[in-house]
């Protein structure tokens, strides 16, 4: 088993972890966009440093740009697998995949009409809303508190966190080639106990 850490480390936006089974199949936690850096945040927006082919599964903790605001472009660039989330997740995605595509072609606009003017190459958008039409065909929603299998032997559990609606931990069981399981948590981002509207957050 390994775990890569594409996002979200040494820094706060961009998170994606991609957790590698002892099967060679490659889950994807959080597929999201770098916010807030400029020129570097757009170089790591239009990298993955990892082949989108390659990778077998997604897994979203919720739908904060942050976590979700690169899956078109995984989809554009090449991934064809099935999205888990939950359908409060599901269905922010829609709202704000969308946004986010309508918000790229506009600042774009505005971007390259600069980088003309300093005779540099015009930029291309990273995704558009037909792209954000794909990522929604390939969601499977799932319940929280309802164990599902990834693959071939990935237990998957949500936990509710309380941070927005549809927020989860993903609780993750992975099957060793020894025959014994490994336990792996991936938070998200956690709420606060107590909320009057969101549930959690609930132990992992």
């Known amino acids: 088993m390994k775990i890569t850490f594409y996002g979200a480390a040494g820094r706060v936006t961009g998170s994606k972890h991609m957790v590698t089974t002892d099967n060679n199949e490659n889950i994807l936690l ?3 966009m770098f916010q807030g850096e400029g020129e570097e945040g757009d170089l ?6 990892f082949a989108a082919a390659d990778v077998d ?11 979700i605001g690169l899956l078109p472009k995984l989809v554009k660039d090449g991934f064809t697998g099935p999205i888990f989330a ?3 997740t599901k269905d922010l995605c829609r709202l704000m995949l969308a946004d986010s595509a309508h918000i790229q072609e506009s600042d774009l606009e505005r971007i390259n ?6 005779n ?7 995704y558009t809303t037909e792209d954000v039409d794909q990522v929604l ?14 693959g071939k032997n990935t237990k998957v559990l949500f936990t509710s966190n309380a941070h927005i609606l549809g927020s989860v931990s993903i609780n993750l069981t992975l099957m060793r080639n020894n025959g014994l399981p490994v336990r792996l ?10 909320d009057d509207i969101l549930v959690g957050p609930d132990a992992f």
């Open 137 to 150: 065909k390939q969601f499977q929603t799932v319940s929280n508190e309802k164990e599902f299998t990834v």
């Open 57 to 67: 599964y997604v897994i979203l903790s919720h739908a904060h740009i942050d976590h």
């Open 30 to 32: 959080d597929c999201g």
């Open 120 to 126: 540099k190459p015009l930029l291309e958008a990273l």
């Open 113 to 118: 009409r600069r980088r003309k003017e300093k």
């Open 185 to 194: 948590t991936f938070s998200g981002d956690i709420g606060r106990p107590g």
């Open 86 to 88: 939950n359908s409060a």
């Open 44 to 49: 790591l927006n239009r990298n993955f440093h």
